[in-house]
Each structure stands twice: as structure tokens, then as C-alpha cells.
């Protein structure tokens, strides 16, 4: 990897040239996160936290995909809009990428390679087995809403299932000592 993440390139929600330096410093929580999907109510969660650590230097990002089973359709646009209709979303969100394929974002090849491993057990990929959906297979990510903590430094400290939601104690103990840090 010859960049840093804080030297990818992203896009911010509105198309204005953005990248992770901007957050430098600061504990990062990368979410891949989509409107349609029956994990979507963990945007609830999801600003619930933000406003309660925005101010101990967390950084929710949140980064849409379509990658699963289309459940992210919309523009920037539509999805900026959604998130601020329905969840009253506050925090960072960027233009929307790809998270998996060929087309995977730079970022998330970045994350993946230095985590390639998620937390949380196999119930997520369980569930979706069940549902007939053949899950991604690992180290990829496995659907909407999985998480990754960064540390101040720029590391990936964390990687967790997308069942992990922003009120699991694991989670909240990572991010904790991350900010304590």
C-alpha cells in the first residue's frame, strides 16, 4: 500500500473533494451503510453515539454502497436526504462507493488489507445463509453496516460484523480506549 488512508481520495455526500486527513487525529468509526436494508434503523444508533463522543474526538463516516443486493439505489443526493429525513444524521457521509468487486473503493481495499478480519461471530453470515443469500466471502465485507475503528494514528484498531451495532459493549470498549488513547 504506497498511501495512507488519509491520503485516498474520497468524495464527500455533496461531490466536494474530501479525504480521511481531514479527520487526522481523531478516532474514526467507517461504516458501509445503505437506505433500503433491514439493518438501515442502525443509523438510530449510529448519530445516538456520535453525539454523545463527537466531542471526546470521534468521527462516525459514513460511506453508502450498493453492493448488496441493491439496497442502497439512490443518488448522493436521495441518500443525503434520507439520512437527514429519517434519522436526523449529523454525522460525515461521503459519496457513494463501492465496498466489494472489482470495483472495490481504495479506502476499502486499504481497511480490509490491514483488517481482515471481522468481530462479531458467524451469526450474520449465518442469517444470511438462512434468508438464501450466499454471503461474501471473507475477508471481504460481508454486508451493509459492518464497522471499522481507527485509532488516532491512522490504524484500523477494530473490524466488526455488521450485526455489531453502535450500542454493543465490544464496540463501545474499543472505542473507548481509543479515544482514552
Request: some cysteine.
Amino acid at each position: 500500500m504506497n498511501k495512507t488512508i488519509f491520503e485516498i481520495p474520497l468524495q464527500n455526500i455533496s461531490g466536494a473533494p474530501a479525504s480521511l486527513a481531514d479527520y487526522k487525529g481523531k478516532v474514526l468509526l467507517v461504516v458501509n451503510v445503505a437506505s433500503k436494508c433491514g439493518l438501515t434503523p442502525q443509523y438510530a444508533g449510529l448519530q445516538a453515539l456520535y453525539e454523545e463522543k463527537q466531542a471526546e474526538g470521534l468521527e462516525i463516516l459514513g460511506f453508502p454502497a450498493n453492493d448488496f443486493m441493491g439496497q442502497e439505489p439512490g443518488s448522493d443526493a436521495e441518500i443525503a436526504q434520507f439520512c437527514a429525513t429519517n434519522y436526523d444524521v449529523s454525522f460525515p457521509m461521503f459519496s457513494k462507493i463501492a465496498v466489494t468487486g472489482e470495483a472495490t473503493h481504495p479506502l476499502y481495499e486499504a481497511l480490509i488489507a490491514e483488517r481482515p478480519e471481522a468481530e462479531g461471530g458467524n451469526a450474520m453470515r449465518e442469517r444470511l445463509s438462512g434468508f438464501g443469500i450466499t454471503p461474501n466471502p471473507a475477508p471481504g465485507i460481508l454486508w451493509n453496516f459492518e464497522k471499522f475503528v481507527i485509532g488516532r494514528d491512522g490504524h484500523v484498531i477494530g473490524r466488526f460484523t455488521p450485526d455489531v451495532t453502535a450500542e454493543d459493549t465490544r464496540l463501545r470498549a474499543l472505542l473507548d480506549q481509543a479515544l482514552a488513547a
